[in-house]
């Protein structure tokens, strides 16, 4: 597996870039009015990828800050992954023609599985499985309802679907800097094929430097959000890390290579 991706995350609500803390919309905060700019400073940062989540879309159940989503698109060179009200093939379709690196598929994925693996056939590379769980079992409609699927069980379902990516989000620790939750992420990345992405809690930089630990370099990548607004991560030390992690990965594979 290729060294973790770092991923900066644009919520966006009613037009703005916000943060929430355990998927509640009543406890937003406001970051930047104004996410096509936060987007290019992310990307002047010398991030390569952006994490993008519709969360009005999300409860609504389809695209509602599709203008914010396009001016990012619009702004930005670096590929974007975007998640939040995608549930049938025609917005998959219309926001990959759009520009959209990958969406992200997740109420869905519980209810209509087959729909992801149409998806992911169609679009190869292009679809990634969200997994957001609170105590283990996935949440689905923006979190506001709960399965009875483990994060596992569907991570399972696509193992053989060409999906992407799977964003596993542990949501009680969303938003509230206490950390990535590791020992579930890492299971679930041990139990698929999967790239797995972790999200969810990352704080600090000691996080961050936990991501480069060997058990890690199964992971995809791993997204950051209110740390990063808030100055609890600073942007080039992580991106240094990630690099040397990238670095010393690349230099074992060429020693034992030869």
Not at 200 to 223: F, H, K, V
Request: glycine share 10%.
């Amino acid at each position: 597996m290729a060294p973790v991706i770092l991923f900066p995350a644009i919520d966006l609500k009613e037009g703005r870039c916000v943060r929430l803390i355990q998927g509640d919309m009543d406890q937003a905060t406001v970051f930047n009015d104004d996410p096509a700019a936060q987007a290019a400073a992310f990307e002047a940062q010398g991030f390569e990828w952006l994490h993008v989540v519709d969360l009005d879309g999300a409860f609504a159940g389809k695209p509602m800050n599709a203008a914010a989503v396009e001016a990012i698109l619009k702004r930005v060179r670096i590929p974007v992954q975007l998640g939040g009200g995608i549930r049938d093939m025609k917005t998959v379709e219309g926001w990959l023609a759009k520009g959209v690196a990958r969406v992200i598929i997740g109420t869905a994925a519980v209810r209509d599985p087959a729909f992801v693996r149409e998806a992911a056939r169609l679009h190869p590379g292009r679809v990634a499985v969200g997994i957001d769980a609170r105590d283990g079992l996935v949440a689905v409609e923006g979190w506001a309802q709960t399965s009875t699927l483990t994060a596992e069980e569907l991570g399972r379902r696509f193992e053989d679907a060409g999906v992407a990516a799977i964003v596993y989000t542990d949501i009680a620790r969303d938003g509230i800097l206490k950390g990535l939750n590791i020992p579930m992420t890492l299971a679930l990345a041990r139990a698929v094929s999967i790239p797995v992405i972790a999200s969810g809690g990352l704080g600090s930089m000691a996080d961050i430097e936990r991501l480069t630990q060997p058990d890690c370099a199964i992971l995809g990548g791993a997204i950051t959000g209110r740390a990063l607004y808030d100055g609890r991560i600073d942007p080039d030390q992580a991106l240094a890390l990630i690099r040397s992690m990238r670095q010393d990965s690349a230099s074992k594979k060429s020693q034992s290579a030869s």
